[in-house]
Nanobody, 114 residues
Framework: QVQLVESGGGLVQPGGSLRLSCAASGNIYSINVMSWYRQAPGKERELVARIISGAGTYYSDSVKGRFTISSENVKKTLFLQMNSLKPEDTAIYYC????????WGQGTRVTVSS
């Protein structure tokens, strides 16, 4: 079992920044894939960024150059630094862990509005 708890969401003005965190606990394997997804109102959940252990990172075109995914292995925490936020970034952001099984966090809401 793996537990994922996101934090760091909130209300921010366009152009602002937020840093999301995802604390992972349980049976975390050294070889894994951790990702951030988001789901905006009325839209399907979409992949935002991914970090693959030992292989690098991936970003969707919509966030490339503005968001940075990183991880802190000792504390088993995944981060998403979000800069130059736009209203279209408004969504619930979910942490995802893929090892032997796939797990999701409960989500953290990000609202970008003036």
């Amino acid at each position: 079992q793996v537990q994922l708890v996101e934090s760091g969401g909130g209300l921010v003005q366009p152009g602002g920044s937020l840093r999301l965190s995802c604390a992972a606990s349980g049976n975390i394997y050294s070889i894994n894939v951790m990702s951030w997804y988001r789901q905006a109102p009325g839209k399907e959940r979409e992949l935002v960024a991914r970090i693959i252990s030992g292989a690098g990172t991936y970003y969707s075109d919509s966030v490339k150059g503005r968001f940075t995914i990183s991880s802190e292995n000792v504390k088993k925490t995944l981060f998403l630094q979000m800069n130059s936020l736009k209203p279209e970034d408004t969504a619930i952001y979910y942490c995802n862990y893929a090892g032997l099984h796939i797990y999701w966090g409960q989500g953290t809401r990000v609202t970008v509005s003036s």
